[in-house]
């Protein structure tokens, strides 16, 4: 049985997979700078990622994102159900400042 803590890292990992297949080189934060609160270095957003097994605490999750995302930063919540596959979610009101960081 993987505990919280390994399974917060798992999935960071493959998540930063993820972005990484999608064309955005990234990483883990705190795995080689120690940047607090950022889960995900590369992508031109701020990410929070999650996994869960039964109960799924969206908007805690995005305010959290919200209250670490450095001034300019979008905050977006990349998550996935424990074998599921990922998701992204943020405000609506924000697709197009979106598309426009991801077209760089």
Do not use: Y
């Not at 305010?63 to 609506?92: K, S, T």
Request: glycine share 10%; net charge positive; charged share 35%.
């Amino acid at each position: 049985m993987i505990n919280s803590r390994n399974k917060g890292k798992v999935g960071e990992r493959e998540c930063a997979a993820v972005w990484t297949d999608l064309g955005w080189p990234s990483r883990r934060g705190q795995q080689f700078s120690g940047e607090e609160g950022r889960d995900i270095v590369g992508p031109p957003l701020h990410v929070e990622v999650k996994r869960f097994k039964k109960q799924m605490r969206f908007f805690d999750w995005h305010e959290q994102a919200e209250r670490d995302a450095a001034d300019g930063d979008m905050p977006v919540v990349c998550f996935r159900r424990d074998h599921g596959l990922w998701f992204i979610a943020f405000h609506l009101c924000r697709v197009n400042e979106f598309c426009e960081k991801l077209k760089g």
